[in-house]
């Protein structure tokens, strides 16, 4: 069960990664390894982690998030091992090493109200360093109208790490570290920022730079879930960042600050 040719990611996609902070693929993953995790997800969901959160909508729907799941689900453990899912992170990414962070599990049910609202990756996680990014992967058809991703092209480089707030609410993390201030406001100011967002078919995945600026559109589709599964990935340069709020981890890893992050908390899962 193979996804895309890996030879079809090249340097141009690198340097998109790179300069834009998001790069789509079509086609990443087959329908075979689709099917692995969208049995996995229905595992998950009926039952959930510690981590996991579970929104529900004023007018119905819901949103429900979990982390880690290739820990303590098969299907989940079948895809990070056995899929290209690492080589291709690792090729997009340009590095000589991949090491595994988190996965981060999405569910936006028929007609969830809950947009995602704008906010960088990097302030949620224990990384450093530039190369940290998310392998963003679709089960359903996504469109404007049932969930897709919204970016803020070049973002990433700003030098900004903004304070972090709960994603489908809106509200700003008082325990975390304020950083530079809450993100700015970007639907109100659209003249001022180029968005980028993807029509998705499923099997497609969007890599994108942690410290990128994102969020996603409500589900308003009354026909068709959104389901995503976001792989995490840090390459050779990057290190352990101790920050004060990590929602996906239960425990502080015994590492050192700046260090590497080779350890059973983040383990290489490929190496050139």
Known sequence: MVGIALQDVDAETTKQWREDGVVLIKKAFSPGWLAIIAKGIEEAMENPSPMCRDYIGKNGGRFFTDHHMCKRIEAFKDFQENSNVTE??????????????????LVKEPGTENATHWHQDLPYYEIGGPDFGSLWITLDQVDKHSGALRFVKGSHRWGKIYQPIRIAEGV????????DGPAPEI???LDKYQVLSFDMEPG????????VLHGAYANEAQDRRRRALSARYAGADTFWQPRPYIPSRPETPNLTEGGPLDSLDYPVVWRA
Not at 204 to 211: C, N
């Open 88 to 105: 291709l992170a690792a090729k997009i990414m340009g590095t000589c090493k991949l090491n595994y962070v988190d996965e981060h599990l």
């Open 172 to 179: 700003l993390v008082d325990e975390a570290n304020h950083y």
């Open 187 to 189: 639907d109100k100011n």
């Open 204 to 211: 497609d995945a969007l890599f994108f730079q942690a410290g």
